[in-house]
Nanobody
Framework: QVQLVESGGGSVQAGGSLRLSCTAS????????VSWFRQAPGKQREGVAA????????YYADSVKGRFTISRDNTKDTVYLQMTGLRPEDTAMYYC?????????????????????WGQGTQVTVSS
């Protein structure tokens, strides 16, 4: 059973910042496409950002472009999601996900059905 370990969630005021971390040796290393998804109450899970194998490309949802940055530390096999300029609408459970190698990262990163491993989620709450 693969376990993706996430951390870094919390409660902040609008305009604040948080950094989420996700690690699972072998699955979050540079060989894999790793995505962050989020799900707010009553809403569908949506892809937020992803980093491609080899870290050559990063992908973002339009709603977070310019505010969120995904990165990977290959010495720690850890993927980060740096979130700045947080808004109340960013409030959600955030999930780390490893995309199946059957999919091209750039095409499948934001689609839940391409994910082969999910993290347990970490809550982000942004107050106005």
């Amino acid at each position: 059973q693969v376990q993706l370990v996430e951390s870094g969630g919390g409660s902040v005021q609008a305009g604040g910042s948080l950094r989420l971390s996700c690690t699972a040796s072998r699955y979050t290393d540079a060989r894999n496409c790793v995505s962050w998804f989020r799900q707010a109450p009553g809403k569908q899970r949506e892809g937020v950002a992803a980093i491609s194998p080899g870290d050559t490309n990063q992908y973002y949802a339009d709603s977070v472009k310019g505010r969120f940055t995904i990165s990977r530390d290959n010495t720690k096999d850890t993927v980060y999601l740096q979130m700045t300029g947080l808004r109340p609408e960013d409030t959600a459970m955030y999930y780390c996900a490893v995309v199946s190698t059957s999919y091209v990262c750039g095409l499948g990163w934001s689609r839940s059905h391409t994910v082969m491993h999910w993290g347990q989620g970490t809550q982000v709450t942004v107050s106005s």
